[in-house]
């Protein structure tokens, strides 16, 4: 079984509606289960970007460093 997410883990109860049941539905998921985490946009995204529907995202702003 496949399960995708767009939000985090640590999002579900929210996304649930109750804390206790994300809880429940994730430790049955997560039991000997392996969890990739994948970062950026989505292909979509990136080609609604490329035809010139959205607009490229601000880069991050710099910290400096002491």
């Not at 809880?23 to 997560?30: C, S, Y």
């Not at 979509?44 to 490329?50: A, F, I, S, T, V």
């Amino acid at each position: 079984m496949l399960v995708t997410s767009n939000r985090p883990v640590g999002e579900w109860g929210t996304v649930f509606g109750d804390p206790v049941v994300a809880t429940a539905i994730l430790d049955r998921l997560l039991h000997h289960s392996h969890v990739i985490t994948i970062r950026g946009d989505s292909y979509r995204l990136r080609e609604k970007r490329r035809s010139g529907f959205l607009q490229q995202p601000a880069p991050a702003p710099q910290t400096a460093t002491a």
